[in-house]
């Protein structure tokens, strides 16, 4: 049997996705991370493997059940046992009702809400022969509430929201740990500085959310005891309205 523990984020991004592969691999856990184009995993590879850690890269598109199934099987064979997945596809589209057609909304809601689907039921095969394990699906305001322009984002992450905790009322008795996590405001990110720099500037003052804080939250949850299990949690900073 292969030793090796895995936590698999699939939607490893350049902020928070890749915050949590990197605090996974710390902790001495083989980060597979996932994203349509593998190339663009490069720099996050690397970084892992120059801080010790290990790392596998996988194309992958979390909408085909095919790959989906297959990404989980490969990762089962060939690396360890997926002890902890995460889903942190994002899918944040502003269009106006009126001005979303079918493609857009069907894609929203392929990549937020069937793909969390696909993955947590994937991986759920493989945790509860063993009777452990954690899956954790990210969330954002709009799992909570819909916003003028966020028709589609916010169908997606309520979805997404039902899918969390019908599996974790199915799967927390067979001792998975299924939780969702409400990511409530602006994450220091790239596409934030350029298109948002008067919400950027609050930075200074740790007004948006840092990558690196929410990978700990995201541990956290990992390391909780199944005596008093967490399922949803709401991060934000301490200057955002709620």
Aim: net charge neutral; charged share 25%.
């Amino acid at each position: 049997m292969n030793p090796t523990k895995a936590a698999l984020i699939v939607g490893a991004g350049d902020a928070t996705g890749g915050a949590i592969a990197r605090r996974f691999a710390r902790e001495g856990f083989a980060a597979c991370v996932t994203r349509r184009q593998r190339d663009k995993l490069q720099p996050l590879l690397e970084r892992i493997r120059a801080d010790g850690g290990t790392a596998h890269g996988f194309g992958s598109d979390a909408r085909d059940e095919a790959q989906v199934a297959e990404l989980v099987a490969a990762i089962e064979r060939d690396v360890g046992a997926i002890e902890v997945a995460v889903f942190n596809i994002g899918a944040n589209v502003r269009f106006e009702v009126t001005e979303t057609t079918e493609r857009v909304y069907r894609k929203v809601w392929e990549m937020g809400a069937l793909a969390g689907f696909l993955v947590g039921r994937e991986v759920a095969k493989v945790m509860v022969p063993r009777g452990r394990g954690t899956i954790v699906f990210t969330g954002a305001t709009a799992s909570l509430r819909g916003g003028a322009g966020f028709a589609a984002f916010a169908g997606a992450k309520h979805a997404l929201r039902a899918l969390a905790q019908s599996m974790a009322r199915e799967l927390g008795p067979q001792g998975i740990h299924v939780a969702h996590v409400v990511i409530d405001g602006a994450i220091d990110t790239d596409f934030i500085r350029a298109n948002f720099p008067e919400r950027y500037a609050l930075k200074e003052r740790d007004g948006i959310l840092d990558p690196d804080a929410i990978a700990d939250n995201y541990w956290l949850l990992h390391r909780q005891p199944r005596s008093a299990w967490t399922h949803e949690l709401d991060l934000r900073p301490w200057l955002e309205k709620f």
